[in-house]
């Protein structure tokens, strides 16, 4: 598939508009401030995925140039979508690959395979989820 081909399939969103809305990934460290933590590892964990936050964040800004923030220019149900289908694949090479890599059974491995299932069923009916909601979206807009 050619560069053109590929333009049709997915269209290219123009990059982000810088503004004066908050920026997102801000929004996500307050929805996640606070945690009770039931067990020693999930506060690792927890911190563990602050500093992966903080992380893409600097990703972004140096790749964009802005910190990603509502409302700038960009259809952010589509970026989610598209986001959401990497997921799916990933997911599921995670998951085949676990699966294969499975000698004996064992309960870490009988873990991280029911683990990527979750992950794997989870991504996926939310990208179908998303799916359904772009369609709709359009639909209206085309009724309008």
Not at 48 to 68: A, N, P, W
Not at 128 to 141: A, D, I, S, T
């Amino acid at each position: 598939m050619n560069e053109v081909e590929t333009k049709i399939l997915w269209e290219k969103e123009p990059p982000p508009i810088v503004n004066n809305h908050p920026c997102v990934w801000n929004l996500v460290l307050e929805d996640i401030k606070n945690p009770r933590f039931n067990h020693p590892s999930q506060e690792k964990i927890y911190s563990l995925f602050i500093e992966d936050v903080k992380k893409r964040d600097e990703f972004g800004f140096s790749k964009y140039k802005t910190r990603l923030q509502p409302f700038n220019g960009r259809k952010s149900m589509k970026d989610l979508y598209e986001e959401l289908l990497d997921a799916v694949v990933y997911s599921r090479q995670t998951l085949y690959e676990e699966e294969k890599n499975q000698v004996i059974q064992t309960l870490d491995s009988n873990f991280y395979i029911l683990g990527m299932t979750y992950i794997y069923t989870t991504i996926l009916d939310c990208a179908l989820r998303l799916k359904f909601m772009l369609e709709k979206k359009k639909e209206n807009q085309n009724n309008v």
